[in-house]
């Protein structure tokens, strides 16, 4: 059956038409051979600094608009704050859901277009579409996370007369801490790839400069940008995975 | 690295500071770092966010998305238009369908060596130093593939390839290959070692200690990780289109630099319908080879 599905995708390949186009042999080996060696003078290594902070930049901040929104839409769409036998719970939860499902299921570049459309080529403009898919499942997993937290330490709390205020500050949120902070940093990692991407919209970053080399045909450039972004993908790659580890211990 | 030891025993003593305490302070730093560059670079946008020309030009994208000045029917609520995008659909449908499967099949080829017990001949196989290589070669392609993100990658391959569905599932394929490929051998590293070993000491060949002992162990979640990889797939398929590499990204970012607002309406939708679709289909495929 897998066979099957296998190739009824293969039948939207235009198989007549020329799959390597002309020159595109050729061009592959330009590309390949333009790695021995990449551009590294100094005024161009310099240029890659800039962007790949750009990207961390960038990241960063959404990051930070990202996660307090995440965590505010989760906790409300886990619907631990809503006393059990109110009868707008239901709905309540059902609309963050939505909410959360509609932010996330816009890729973050598919919002940025849209926001330049709307308001015009900004930094803000990159922040914002990255923070809002970002916000979106971060608040998924959060309401998941929150969910799943041991019932016990909850009953008592509750037996003791807790408000569900009072339950999600000591109850909830500390018994999830540790996974909270964990897909967080992993949604780190993420969002400083995204902002990678994000910058071929013509937001500073790596992948404007990938962008703008390849246009010049100047694939010695676009080798010493890719290690670059190999390189710091890697980098935090190891960071978040050796944290992450650490703090599941 | 030699003093590798003396670096680990720092670490691991209580003088110091402990990885999570350090990253939660860079992380700070980090982040307060990257507003103050943001603001000291100037031209945010922030001040054009209470400028009244910001919020009449974001109303005006916002009508003209939903049809509100067109003169003409908005394309969304003309039948016709549905089934020329259903096209569009249908083929950024199978172009992340052929993607998932490139790069499981790519995966599936490579998980053995990229797995540590394999290569090392913990399994009862013969340690070797091709082995080795062959780990590290694999591990390094996986990273590398990885971090290169799709768009990157459809935009190197569009200058070799026609663009086209190929072209896009290709660049999909190259992205995750490494994500399913490292994924999967994990899970070969986690495996039961016994059905194996038995199997080996039975005189099974490798073939037949690959089918009976290690592929059963390992499908199930190998499944499970290419569904969740093919749910995200599905969404980035758009981005690819950017770039012409075929589907409905491409005819969203040529509807939108044609001012066509009423057809970028209509793509979102079904991109959406798509997203929704493949999300129920994966969960109820996933659910499937949970219990087989």
């Given at each position: 059956m897998l066979l099957c599905t296998f190739f009824w995708s293969l039948t939207?390949?235009?198989?007549?038409?020329?799959?390597?186009?002309?020159g595109g042999g050729s061009a592959f080996i330009t590309f390949l051979s333009?790695?021995?060696?990449?551009?590294?003078?100094p005024s161009f290594i310099y240029v890659c600094i800039t962007a790949t902070v750009k990207t961390v930049v960038f990241a960063s901040a959404a990051m930070t608009i990202a996660v307090p929104l995440g965590l505010v839409l989760g906790i409300v769409a886990s619907g631990?704050?809503?006393?059990?036998?109110?009868?707008?719970r239901y709905y309540i939860i059902i609309t963050t859901r939505l909410l959360l499902g509609a932010m996330r299921s816009i890729h973050e570049l598919v919002w940025a277009v849209l926001f330049v459309a709307a308001i015009g080529l900004s930094p803000l403009a990159a922040i914002i579409s990255l923070a809002i898919p970002y916000a979106g499942i971060l608040g998924r997993i959060y309401s998941e996370l929150i969910q799943d937290v041991p019932n016990e330490p909850i009953e008592t709390l509750r037996s003791a007369g807790a408000s569900p205020v009072k339950l999600l500050m000591y109850g909830y949120i500390p018994l999830a801490l540790p996974d909270l902070l964990s897909y967080t940093f992993y949604r780190f990692e993420c969002a400083i790839r995204a902002s990678a991407i994000l910058s071929?919209?013509?937001?500073?970053g790596i992948g404007y400069e990938i962008q703008l080399s390849l246009h010049d045909l100047l694939f010695d450039q676009v080798w010493t940008l890719l290690i670059f972004l190999v390189v710091l993908i890697v980098l935090v790659d190891l960071w978040s995975t050796n944290l992450r580890r650490r703090l599941m211990d | 690295m030699t003093s590798s030891g003396g670096f680990k025993k720092w670490v691991h003593s209580k003088r110091a500071p402990s990885l999570v305490k350090m990253s939660f302070v860079s992380i700070a730093a980090l982040s307060i770092l990257s507003w103050t560059i943001i603001i000291i670079e100037g031209d945010t946008g922030f001040t054009n966010l209470f400028d009244s020309k910001t919020w009449g030009n974001a109303s005006r994208f916002i009508a003209n998305m939903a049809g509100i000045?067109?003169?003409?029917?908005?394309?969304?609520?003309v039948l016709d238009r549905w089934l020329v995008t259903g096209v569009l659909a249908y083929e950024t449908l199978l172009m992340s369908i052929l993607a998932i499967f490139i790069s499981g099949f790519i995966a599936l080829a490579t998980m053995l060596p990229a797995a540590k017990n394999i290569s090392s001949g913990e399994m009862g196989g013969i340690k070797s130093t091709t082995g080795t290589v062959a780990y590290y070669i694999v591990r390094l392609a996986y990273a590398f593939s990885r971090a290169i993100p799709e768009l990157v990658w459809a935009l190197l391959i569009v200058f070799f390839l026609s663009p086209g569905v190929l072209a896009g599932a290709l660049a999909l394929a190259f992205h995750n290959f490494g994500i399913i490929g490292r994924l999967t051998a994990e899970v070969v590293e986690n495996i039961d070692p016994a059905p194996a070993r038995a199997l080996r000491t039975a005189g099974a060949s490798n073939v037949q200690i690959f089918l009976y002992g290690i592929l059963p162990q390992t499908l199930p979640q190998f499944l499970t990780y290419s569904l969740y990889r093919w749910e995200v797939v599905i969404r980035t398929t758009v981005i690819i289109g950017?770039?012409?590499?075929?589907?409905l990204g491409r005819e969203f970012i040529l509807r939108l630099n044609w001012f066509h607002y009423t057809d970028v309406t209509l793509l979102i939708l079904w991109y959406l319908i798509l997203v929704l679709c493949v999300d129920m289909i994966s969960f109820w495929l996933r659910k499937l080879t949970k219990f087989s």
């Open positions: 939207a390949v235009n198989w007549n038409g020329p799959i390597v186009h002309t333009a790695l021995f060696p990449p551009e590294l003078s631990q704050i809503v006393e059990n036998n109110s009868p707008s071929f919209i013509g937001i500073q | 000045h067109d003169s003409t029917t908005p394309s969304f609520l950017f770039v012409s590499a075929g589907g």
